[in-house]
């Protein structure tokens, strides 16, 4: 998927603004990975509601508070701000392990074209071959938060080498006094979306309805 910006630079989302330039880092940040390509403007209303949803579903993906190890997930914003200015006081919110390019860059237009993408909010979820996932999967990520993911991660034959099963979380040394808890808070979230996905299941089945990919 690191094809996909080759000859790019790419911005990390952090307080130095590192830059990953290099066939090595971008493979190292994106190949093997579900990539979310965000379509998105600081000042546009819609977007303002849903970029804390899509903030807290991508921190519970690759935020320590919630995951011992990140998932195999990356996103890359891609500005439709009117000024560099509204990008980076947008960006000044959002996770560190955001990558963004430079405002100037044309490969944002290109991107749009190449999805097709006609509004923002557009989050294409892409796998790591660069085939779509979803086309648009903001009202998914709003509907069902992080499960999201697990569903995208099987449809991309992602070899998962860093996410913990919940179960796991038991043989994990605590990090603070309130580490059981969050582990038991996130074990139960998870359990109850995988016994939801599964009634949804039995549900198609009983009416002949699909899979959902």
């Known amino acids: ?3 996909l910006f ?28 579900v990539l979310l390509l965000y379509f998105g403007a600081g000042e546009c209303p819609q977007c303002q509601a849903f970029a804390p949803i899509l903030k807290d579903f991508f921190m ?14 990356a996103l ?11 990008q980076d006081t947008f960006l000044r919110d959002m996770p560190r392990k955001w990558l963004f390019l430079p405002f100037q860059d044309e490969l944002k237009r290109d991107l749009g074209r190449m999805f ?4 923002v ?27 999201c993911f697990w569903n995208w991660q099987e449809a991309s034959e992602v070899i998962d080498r860093n996410f913990l099963a919940a179960e796991d979380f038991d043989d994990v040394a605590p990090r603070s006094l309130t580490d059981p808890i969050r582990r038991l808070k996130y074990k ?10 599964s009634q949804d299941g039995e549900r198609e089945e009983d009416t002949g309805g699909g899979a959902l990919f």
């Open 76 to 86: 890359v914003y891609i500005s439709q701000d009117q000024t560099e200015e509204q």
């Open 6 to 33: 080759t000859g790019k630079v790419l911005i990390r989302n952090n307080s130095e603004g590192d830059e990953v330039d290099t066939e090595q880092e971008l493979s190292h940040r994106l190949d093997n990975r």
């Open 188 to 197: 139960i979230e998870k359990e109850t979306w995988r016994r939801s996905n």
């Open 60 to 73: 519970k993906l690759t935020d320590e508070f919630y995951v011992n190890r990140s998932s195999q997930i």
């Open 121 to 147: 909010p557009t989050v294409v979820v892409l796998k790591p071959s660069g085939e779509v996932v979803t086309q648009d999967a903001v009202e998914e990520i709003g509907r069902l938060g992080p499960a």
């Open 1 to 3: 998927m690191s094809s």
């Open 116 to 119: 097709a993408v006609d509004h």
